[in-house]
């Protein structure tokens, strides 16, 4: 089995992208294939010890799911089952994809939703990322620290950073993941 698994949701398809761009830097014994949150269960989630979980931020501030108009179901309708899962001990980095012009008040506020649950539940949170170079008048993801409590990417607005802050951010997390970059 991998020691890496890889959960996204997704709406239209980019965050399930930036997914792809993840596993493909790593072989299938240090990471699992993406998993859309709409297409697994909860004994998949908690069988990894690290976890990367990916997400983005939809309307108001939404997570992916049914009630943010969404197609099929993700975020929303997952995280109550996997509510009960202990995670202590596990680490998460965590992904988020917002759109910073035409949501500022808002900005990849599901990461931080994502960051809560997790934490909540005893998981340990790595992959920090600095506000620098970004536009934005608020988020739910900044932490008490200052920074994103995970990798923000604007795929609208900023899509040529993209595969810089990514390979950044996974040199950042290496060493809590002991991964071999």
């Known amino acids: 089995m991998s020691r890496i698994g890889l959960f996204f949701g997704t709406d239209t398809g980019k965050t399930r992208k930036v997914a792809k761009m993840i596993k493909k830097k790593f072989d299938d014994e240090v990471m699992a294939s993406p998993l859309n949150v709409n ?35 993700s975020w929303e309708e997952f995280l109550p089952e996997i509510d ?67 990798l923000a990417l604007d795929l609208d607005n900023q899509s040529n950073l993209t595969e810089e802050r990514l390979n950044a951010w996974l040199g950042q997390i290496a060493p809590d993941f002991d991964l071999p970059l």
């Open 39 to 73: 297409r697994t269960d909860a004994s998949a989630f908690a069988e990894y010890e690290y976890l990367i979980i990916g997400s983005p931020t939809l309307g108001e501030g939404l997570l992916p799911g049914l009630s943010a108009d969404c197609e099929n179901e």
């Open 84 to 150: 009960d899962i202990d995670l202590t001990g596990k680490t998460v980095a965590i992904y988020g994809l917002g759109d910073q012009v035409g949501y500022p008040d808002e900005f990849v506020d599901a990461m931080g939703e994502l960051y809560d649950f997790v934490t909540e539940r005893g998981a340990k949170v790595v992959g920090s990322w600095p506000t620098d170079g970004y536009e934005f008048n608020h988020s739910e993801a900044v932490g008490e620290d200052g920074k994103f409590v995970g």
